[in-house]
């Protein structure tokens, strides 16, 4: 398959070439020609997936398209040019309000910005197409100048953008195209207020095309609500799977023993570039000064950062000048940086679907990646719990001079339940306990060879240890549902406004 039999516009088949894609993703493969079509989409897939694109080369593409049929001197003026107008004639020039033909809502600034990015990437041979990100953290004068361009293209986070629609800076009467990037993480977020009300503002005659992890639970039923006859497209495999990351858990006695371990695995030679995430703020900020003490080129990522503190740090990232970014959830997602090889949890997260999200930030664009999460022997459980959410075993690694004292049998069992994994869960995986190649970890530590504390699947203590294992009913994660912090969606993080 190539683009061009997707039948999209000339000057964005341009554009895709510059990018440097042979070929589509298999999400682009199914949403793009559906979406030239006018079809409502329902799409689960990842970030990493080129999900990006499947929404936005069919929208460019309709943009592209009618534009070919305009006569350009004919169109409307743009407000800045009213507002010029109005001034010749001697007027006080009034605000008129941004009446985009497309949105996109996004969770987090950086994904708006990396979505923003990649359309101005795919627009650079369309006529008169802009798109702007419309953000919390960014100076609303700055935002009323980017709004009087009347953008055909905003990409926003909800609750910055309700401000505008509520102060009259925004009209979506000709909206065409709604889109909801990782509508999932949204509603974790504690958006769907804010949500309900953009969709409200906007016609019933819109697009609506929908990209979630998952189409399950409050997401499916919110999906529903806001689309017309969908088309469903699941994207599962390696993207889902991330079957292109290595990854391993090392058990760590204490503190003191995971900051070894973490430094020592930063000074690996296949580390090119890593995130290591964080439960807090502040200890990103305390891992990121204790690095840079230790001489590594790091930096912190956080949601108490200006907006204009965190551009630079990920353009620093993006430059290789920082090596290490030691980022939370929120202020991590999304990002897009090739170089980065390694994900470190120096903490679990909290929900199992934020760890999906973590090591998706490596392995990106086709490559190789490696996660690694340091876990505390009580956290046994919650490695579970991601293993049950991600239908996948992760190995436990053990590196020679930072073993630990207590065995990881120990930790890992005191979290096994009654049940089992379905059959061929974990097996048609391809991974299991113990690492496939039985010694030694892809980042170049070797761990000692039959010191692994868990056998392979096929073994009997492997089928024993697995059957212990499942979603026991009692205690272990529930679903979509449980995401949310309470049952009134207070998880959500304020400093997206
Ligand atoms: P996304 O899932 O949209 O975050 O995209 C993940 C990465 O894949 C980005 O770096 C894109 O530039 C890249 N990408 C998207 N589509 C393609 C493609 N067809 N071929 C190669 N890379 C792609």
């Given at each position: 398959?190539?683009?061009?039999?997707?039948?999209?516009?000339?000057?964005?088949?341009?554009?895709?070439?510059?990018?440097?894609?042979?070929?589509?993703?298999?999400?682009?493969?199914?949403?793009?020609?559906?979406?030239?079509?006018?079809?409502?989409?329902?799409?689960?897939?990842?970030?990493?997936?080129?999900?990006?694109?499947?929404?936005?080369?069919?929208?460019?593409?309709?943009?592209?398209?009618?534009?070919?049929?305009?006569?350009?001197?004919?169109?409307?003026?743009?407000?800045?040019?009213?507002?010029?107008?109005?001034?010749?004639?001697?007027?006080?020039?009034?605000?008129?309000?941004?009446?985009?033909?497309?949105?996109?809502?996004?969770?987090?600034?950086?994904?708006?910005?990396?979505?923003?990015?990649?359309t101005e990437k795919y627009s650079a041979y369309s006529r008169k197409i802009k798109a702007v990100s419309i953000l919390g953290g960014m100076p609303y004068p700055k935002q009323m100048q980017l709004l009087s361009r009347n953008p055909e293209i905003l990409v926003a986070t909800p609750g910055r953008l309700i401000d505008h629609m509520e102060s009259g800076k925004i009209d979506f009467s000709e909206l065409e195209i709604l889109v909801l990037d990782e509508a999932d993480r949204m509603l974790d977020m504690g958006f769907i207020d804010d949500i309900e009300k953009i969709v409200a503002a906007t016609p019933e005659t819109r697009q609506t095309m929908l990209f979630s992890a998952t189409l399950d639970g409050v997401v499916g039923n919110m999906a529903r609500r806001i689309t017309k006859d969908p088309m469903i497209i699941q994207i599962a495999g390696s993207a889902t799977k991330h079957e292109n990351i290595t990854q391993k858990v090392h058990f760590v006695d204490d503190l003191s023993h995971k900051n070894r371990m973490l430094d020592h695995l930063l000074r690996d030679a296949s580390v090119d570039q890593a995130v290591v995430f964080t439960a807090t703020k502040r200890d990103a900020d305390t891992i990121a000064d204790r690095l840079n003490i230790a001489g590594f080129a790091a930096a912190a990522l956080h949601g108490d950062m200006h907006?204009?503190?965190?551009?630079?740090?990920?353009?620093?990232?993006?430059?290789?000048?920082?090596?290490?970014?030691?980022?939370?959830?929120?202020?991590?997602?999304?990002?897009?940086?090739?170089?980065?090889?390694?994900?470190?949890?120096?903490?679990?997260?909290?929900?199992?679907?934020?760890?999906?999200?973590?090591?998706?930030?490596?392995?990106?664009?086709?490559?190789?990646?490696?996660?690694?999460?340091?876990?505390?022997?009580?956290?046994?459980?919650?490695?579970?719990?991601?293993?049950?959410?991600?239908?996948?075993?992760?190995?436990?690694?053990?590196?020679?001079?930072?073993?630990?004292?207590?065995?990881?049998?120990?930790?890992?069992?005191?979290?096994?339940?009654?049940?089992?994994?379905?059959?061929?869960?974990?097996?048609?995986?391809?991974t299991g306990y113990g690492n496939s190649n039985g010694n030694s970890n892809s980042n170049g530590n070797s761990s000692k060879p039959g010191q692994r504390t868990f056998s392979k699947p096929n073994s009997p203590s492997a089928s024993s240890g697995s059957r212990s294992e499942g979603s026991g009913s009692g205690g272990g994660y529930k679903g979509s549902n449980s995401r949310f912090g309470d049952a009134n969606g207070n998880r959500r993080s304020f400093g997206d406004r």
């Open positions: 398959m190539t683009f061009e039999t997707l039948g999209l516009h000339t000057s964005i088949l341009r554009a895709i070439a510059d990018s440097g894609y042979t070929e589509p993703t298999s999400v682009q493969v199914q949403a793009v020609p559906a979406a030239i079509a006018g079809r409502d989409l329902l799409v689960s897939s990842q970030t990493g997936s080129g999900k990006t694109a499947a929404f936005m080369l069919p929208a460019l593409h309709k943009f592209a398209s009618a534009a070919d049929s305009i006569d350009v001197s004919a169109a409307d003026k743009t407000p800045n040019q009213e507002r010029q107008s109005a001034r010749s004639r001697g007027e006080r020039p009034r605000f008129q309000a941004a009446k985009p033909k497309m949105l996109v809502l996004t969770p987090t600034r950086e994904l708006a910005l990396q979505v923003t990015t990649a907006q204009g503190a965190r551009n630079r740090t990920l353009d620093a990232l993006r430059r290789g000048q920082v090596r290490v970014l030691v980022a939370t959830d929120v202020a991590a997602r999304g990002i897009d940086v090739p170089a980065i090889t390694h994900v470190f949890n120096y903490d679990l997260p909290k929900f199992p679907e934020d760890y999906v999200h973590r090591i998706g930030r490596t392995g990106r664009a086709g490559r190789n990646g490696v996660a690694i999460s340091l876990v505390n022997h009580a956290e046994g459980i919650n490695v579970k719990r991601i293993e049950r959410f991600t239908k996948q075993l992760i190995p436990v690694d053990v590196i020679e001079g930072f073993e630990p004292k207590k065995s990881a049998v120990a930790s890992r069992s005191t979290a096994r339940k009654p049940g089992g994994w379905k059959p061929g869960d974990a097996r048609s995986s391809g």
